[in-house]
């Protein structure tokens, strides 16, 4: 599971920076999350290819989560997709796309899977084979959704040199690191766990923009790998967050360190300031191990 770091900023962008959207690769999948303006220069500028993105998460209606979408699923025809495209997304900002699509006579090559989501509580949105995504409740000014999403079942590894000794054909390996006996050359049973070894642990990343602290948000963030936390304001600004529903870096913090996460990333910083070390600095002094959102970054979880 790797993430990109599309956007950094809040609601106003600015040169070279853009609104909050990142892109997640987990498993041959693509997922965007929120879809900011000038989203598809931010794609291939981080040369992920447009065709290649399976599901985009929208978490909220406001402008600076979604500006982009019409132009991304608008160019995805121009280019003649074929391939089915899934959008998650408040019922507002799907009737917003269906009413572009009508309005304007938009034409699509490709099937458009448009879900509204209506959930005040944690639910399962997706799943498959490899993982899941969960959309969760924030506490914000409009109707909004975080994310959680997790890896399943993450394959046991073989031991080649013990696979090889008990004389098991190759094209039984996978059945193997799947936790399931197989016959060998000479029709005796190999138990799976004498050649292989328990698999990496399955990773978790949670997204939570925009959105006012709450308890509520630990049980859904609870010991994820990496956390998605929005800090729009500094804590010296607290009064403004509370007025507008966000988080401060104390906010995100607190929420990093009661959630037991492994690693905090920051980001949807407001236009306000310029000095980015000061979130940094604010966040590490309650929860140490922080990343700071900045177009183009990658991190591995
Ligand atoms: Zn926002
Ligand atoms: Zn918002």
Do not use: W
């Given at each position: ?198 698999g990496d642990k399955p990773k978790s990343f949670a997204y939570c ?31 403004k967050a509370i007025n507008t529903l966000h988080s401060t870096t ?52």
């Amino acid at each position: 599971m790797n993430l990109t770091i599309l956007g950094s900023q809040g609601a106003i962008p600015k040169i070279g920076m853009y609104s909050t959207s990142l892109l997640l690769q987990i498993s041959k999948y693509n997922i965007l999350i929120d879809c900011c303006e000038g989203i598809q220069f931010q794609l291939r500028k981080n040369k992920i290819r447009l065709s290649r993105i399976e599901i985009i998460l929208i978490s909220h209606a406001h402008g600076d989560h979604y500006f982009g979408l019409i132009g991304l699923i608008s160019t995805l025809s121009l280019l003649k997709r074929t391939k089915k495209l899934t959008v998650f997304c408040p019922t507002s900002v799907l009737k917003i796309i269906q009413a572009h699509i009508k309005f304007s006579q938009m034409k699509l090559n490709y099937e458009l899977n448009l879900i509204g989501l209506t959930e005040n509580k944690m639910i399962n949105i997706f799943e498959n084979d490899a993982f899941f995504i969960k959309s969760f409740p924030l506490n914000h000014s409009i109707y909004t959704n975080g994310f959680l999403i997790k890896e399943k079942f993450i394959k046991r590894k073989l031991i080649l040199e013990k696979a090889l000794h008990f004389d098991i054909d190759k094209i039984y390996f996978n059945k193997l690191t799947k936790g399931q006996n197989v016959l060998n050359s000479k029709g005796v049973e190999i138990n799976y766990l004498d050649v292989t070894i328990e698999g990496d642990k399955p990773k978790s990343f949670a997204y939570c923009s925009d959105t006012a602290y709450n308890d509520d948000l630990i049980n859904y963030v609870q010991d994820v790998d990496l956390l998605y936390c929005e800090t729009t304001f500094l804590s010296n600004d607290q009064e403004k967050a509370i007025n507008t529903l966000h988080s401060t870096t104390a906010d995100a913090g607190k929420l990093a360190k009661k959630s037991n996460v492994k690693q905090l990333l920051i980001g949807h910083f407001s236009s306000r300031y310029d000095n980015y070390d000061l979130f940094l600095k604010e966040v590490s002094e309650i929860f140490p191990r922080v990343i700071l959102s900045k177009e183009g970054k990658k991190i591995d979880i």
